[in-house]
Nanobody, 122 residues
């Protein structure tokens, strides 16, 4: 059983940056592929980025602006978000999938955090 807790969300102006953290407990994050998803009001949850022991994957909408990383020693995954746009406003969720394979689909993940709100003002 893995517990995930996101932090780092907040209100930022367009063009600004935020770094989200996902702290894991109950198991070592190195055993999991980690993903970030987001959900805006009235919209479905969508894939943002994922990372396993070697590879990263990004949605086209964030490629070049967001960077996913992990620190296995700290049992934490991160999402560095730069050049933020108002359309990035959403609740951001961290997710973990046991093993090395990741998915761009929500159902591909075994554990989820509670989410952290990111609001980008224009």
């Amino acid at each position: 059983q893995v517990q995930l807790v996101e932090s780092g969300g907040g209100l930022v102006q367009a063009g600004g940056s935020l770094r989200l953290s996902c702290a894991a407990s109950g198991d070592t994050v190195s055993s999991y592929a980690m993903g970030w998803f987001r959900q805006a009001p009235g919209k479905e949850r969508e894939f943002v980025a994922a990372i396993n022991w070697r590879y990263t994957d990004y949605a086209d909408s964030v490629k070049g602006r967001f960077t996913i990383s992990r620190d296995n020693a700290k049992n934490t995954a991160y999402l560095q978000m730069n050049s933020l746009k108002p359309e990035d406003t959403a609740v951001y969720y961290c997710a973990a999938s046991y093993g090395t394979n990741w998915s761009r689909r929500s159902r591909g993940y075994d554990y989820w955090g509670q989410g952290t709100q990111v609001t980008v003002s224009s």
